[in-house]
Structure formats: C-alpha cells, structure tokens
C-alpha cells in the first residue's frame, strides 16, 4: 500500500524517526505492539522497520531508522533521500514479535536502536495498567533515540554504559529477579541478545522473547551447488562468494525478498528435494530439522543440488 511522509524528526546522534499517514480517502491497517512494516526503498531494496508509536493510535506509523556505520543501503537511502511529502510503499504491518496479553508481569529490555518495538510495547502496558518494568541501555545519553518519552514512564530506567556514573544494565541479575511466570522481550544488538538468551537458561519458569535486526548466523556464501527450479524448469549454480539469492536475481529470477539477512521470512521458499544449510532465525528448529522450507537470502545447501519450488 502506498503512504506518505508527514514528518521527520532528529531523536539522538544518527538516528531519526518519520511518521507516516494514509493517503486522502484511505486509512491504515491497525497494528499491534511489536509489528513492523516492510518498507519497498528502491526496486530490490526492501526493508523492515518497527512501529515504535502506541498501537491505539490510528491515523501514524512512527519508525525509527538508525545510520548503520555499515549500511547495506537500507538506511542510507532513508537518512539520505527520505523527504517530507514523499509517497512509500509498504506492507500492512506483521508482528513476529508480539506482546503476550495474559502475562502477569513483563520485562521489557532495549538496547540501542532496539528501542522501537519495545516503546509501542511500553505504550501499550501503560495504557492497560499492567505490570511491567523497561529497562533501556545506551552506549550514550546523545545516542540514545526516544529517550524523552522513556523517561516519562516511572516503569523506566536507563543506563548508558559509556558515561562517567552512567549505570550499568545488570541483565543475569534482573532476569534472575523476575517473578514467576514473567514474559521478558528484548530487542537490540546482538551481543545483548546473545547475553539474554543465556541467562534466560537459568529461568526456565518465564518466557524469554527476541527481535533480531540481523541474523545471528553468517550468511552462507560459499557457493558450489546447483538450485533447480522446478516451477520454471531452470537450473541455476551457485558460485563461490554468492548467496542462493544472490544466484537468482542474477539469473533474472523473480524472488522475494526484504531483509536480506534471515528474520523476516518474506524469502521462505519450498524445498522439494536436498538439504538446506540455513542460516535464518526465522524458521524454529523442527522446521529447520524437517528441510521442507529454506529461507534464500541467507542460507546454502549441504548436498550438491537443492530443488526449489519456483
């Protein structure tokens, strides 16, 4: 569906937020806390973003986009070309992150960036009168986007792990300390994830949830195997250096795609035959075991022929 740029605005050192409306005579989709949208920014370049505003609220979609030092383009092109009154397609929004409503408690856990979809959870907790405490963690107060409505939550705390008394997230100790039966969500960068879901380990009574902006996984570029495209009757190799995904675009093939990196599952594609090396933290680990889908943009193959169902 196609939207419009009302507004952007400076929330800390390279990172932005833009809200987006309808277009006169439409209205948009509602969202739940944890959902984001894949926005199209170029013809083969798509990306997801989360919804960092309160769900209740119908007539905005607010992002927020950091400047990755390592951009692969995605947000470059939104911190470079993005302008107000410009028309954007998206996606209506999924939600593969979702905020459990029967939780008798939940943590909320941000680092960086990750603060999107875990501000729409806290909207939303604050809005029902829910139990629930954030914890928000920054390299710095001036790189920490968001932060002034964060701090209006007495629900809230904040750390910034580069500054002078700036406080440190103490996050075994904090999981450690949850009640009984806890929902925790965190999203961030992967060292935090990697930290929490190791200390989750320890809490086998409460519920642990994750939102990955990249795949914990390396890609698999090794090459040297061969898809066979069943529906089309092609047979297409994969050299040394190049993705599955890689191989298809430049064989002309129409794949979808959006994040390019495994947490999305706009690429997941049927497996007729041979064994996938995946690579995604989209697909769980029976359907990984079962080898009936594999997610192209990120994952290989083990044997020397993987047929797909396109």
Not at 274 to 285: A, E, I, S, W, Y
Request: hydrophobic content about 40%; overall charge negative.
């Amino acid at each position: 569906m196609q939207v419009r740029l009302r507004a952007m605005r400076y929330e800390a050192e390279g990172a932005n937020s833009y809200e987006l409306e309808a277009l006169p005579g439409a209205s948009l989709p509602p969202f739940t806390a944890g959902a984001h949208i894949d926005v199209t920014l170029a013809p083969g370049l798509t990306r997801s973003y989360s919804l960092a505003n309160n769900p209740a609220e119908r007539s905005r979609y607010r992002l927020g986009v950091l400047l990755e030092t390592e951009s692969r383009g995605g947000s470059r092109h939104v911190h470079e070309r993005w302008r107000v009154g410009d028309i954007l397609e998206v996606t209506p929004p999924i939600n593969d992150f979702p905020l459990h409503a029967r939780a008798a408690h939940s943590v909320l856990i941000a680092g960086g960036i990750g603060i999107t979809p875990i501000l729409a959870m806290a909207e939303e907790l604050a809005a029902s009168g829910r139990s629930w405490t954030m914890h928000y963690v920054c390299r710095t107060r001036a790189r920490a986007a968001f932060l002034e409505r964060v701090e209006a939550f007495p629900e809230a705390a904040v750390y910034f792990d580069a500054e002078p008394g700036g406080g440190a997230l103490d996050l075994a100790g904090l999981i450690g300390r949850a009640p009984a039966g806890s929902h925790l969500y965190c999203c961030g960068p992967a060292g935090l994830l990697a930290a929490f879901e190791t200390a989750m380990q320890a809490r086998p009574d409460c519920a642990g949830h994750i939102e990955r902006f990249a795949s914990a996984e390396t890609p698999a570029a090794q090459g040297g195997f061969r898809l066979i495209l069943r529906r089309s009757g092609r047979t297409i190799d994969v050299l040394p250096g190049q993705t599955m995904l890689d191989a298809l675009l430049d064989a002309g093939v129409d794949a979808a795609f959006a994040c390019t990196n495994g947490i999305c599952g706009t690429c997941e594609t049927k497996v007729l035959a041979g064994v996938p090396d995946h690579r995604d933290d989209f697909l769980t680990d029976a359907e990984k075991a079962a080898n009936a889908k594999v997610m192209v943009c990120c994952s290989g193959a083990r044997t020397p022929t993987l047929e797909l169902d396109l």
